[in-house]
């Protein structure tokens, strides 16, 4: 059982940056499948980025180039750099982790873009 919790998350003008950091009770990086996803109001949970057993990270084509992914496995935490921040940008960001037995969701960490 794994438990995952976000932060990071607030209110931001256009063009600033956030980073989100999603920390894990235990040690979540023997598994290769996780990511961050978002869900805005009225809309589906998307995929923003994430590493599969292929490797490398993958992103959607609206934040290629803004959005990096990265994980410190000493501190079990994963994280989401957000740069050049766009109000289409703003939602509820989950981190997620897929493993053989489960899946395994965040809380979720509200993200608003306005001027």
């Known amino acids: 059982q794994f438990q995952l919790v ?12 956030l980073r ?3 920390a894990a009770s235990g040690d979540i990086f023997i598994f290769n499948n996780m990511g961050w996803y978002r869900q805005a109001p009225g809309k589906q949970r998307d995929m923003v980025a ?3 057993e292929g490797g490398g ?3 959607a084509d609206s934040v290629k180039g803004r959005f990096t992914f990265s994980r410190d496995s000493a501190k079990n ?4 750099q957000m740069n050049d921040l766009k109000p289409e940008d703003t939602a509820v960001y989950y981190c997620h982790l897929d493993t053989p037995r489960r899946e395994y969701w965040g809380q979720g960490t509200q993200v608003t873009v306005s001027a």
Do not use: D, F, K, N
């Open 57 to 59: 990270a993958q992103y």
């Open 77 to 80: 935490t994963m994280y989401l």
């Open 50 to 52: 994430s590493i599969t």
């Open 20 to 22: 989100l950091s999603c």
């Open 6 to 17: 976000e932060s990071g998350g607030g209110l931001v003008r256009p063009g600033e940056s």
